[in-house]
């Protein structure tokens, strides 16, 4: 069992940024992040793979935001860059220990972009 806890969301202005941490209890594979608005699913951000450090991006993130880790802290960053008021919702990491589906899920922190 690995228990996620995020970190790190608030109110930022367009154009500003924001960094989110994930921190894991204990090794995973994979880590993602995910942004969820009212009504809708959740939508893949970004992940990185721990061991290579092998990073991917949605379309509309790519650019502006970049995904780390430090694996001496089993955590996980999302530095977001040019944020627009459509990144606004909760940002959600989750881990898994292979390339399936995601396993463990954090509590969820809020970011407002606001215009």
């Known amino acids: 069992q690995v228990q996620l806890v995020e970190s790190g969301g608030g109110l930022v202005q367009a154009g500003g940024s924001l960094r989110l941490s994930c921190a894991a209890s204990?090794?995973?594979?994979?880590v993602g992040w995910f942004r969820q608005v009212p009504g809708n699913e959740r939508a893949f951000v970004g992940a990185?793979?721990?061991?290579?450090?092998?990073?991917s991006y949605a379309d509309s993130v790519k650019g502006r935001f970049t995904i780390s880790r430090d694996n001496t802290k089993n955590t996980v960053y999302l530095q977001m860059d040019s944020l627009k008021p459509g990144d606004t919702g909760v940002y959600y990491c989750?881990?898994?220990?292979?390339?399936?589906?995601?396993?463990?899920w954090g509590q969820g922190t809020q970011v407002t972009v606001s215009s």
């Open positions: 204990g090794r995973t594979f994979n």
């Open positions: 990185i793979t721990i061991h290579s450090g092998s990073v």
């Open positions: 989750a881990a898994r220990h292979n390339f399936g589906e995601f396993t463990y």
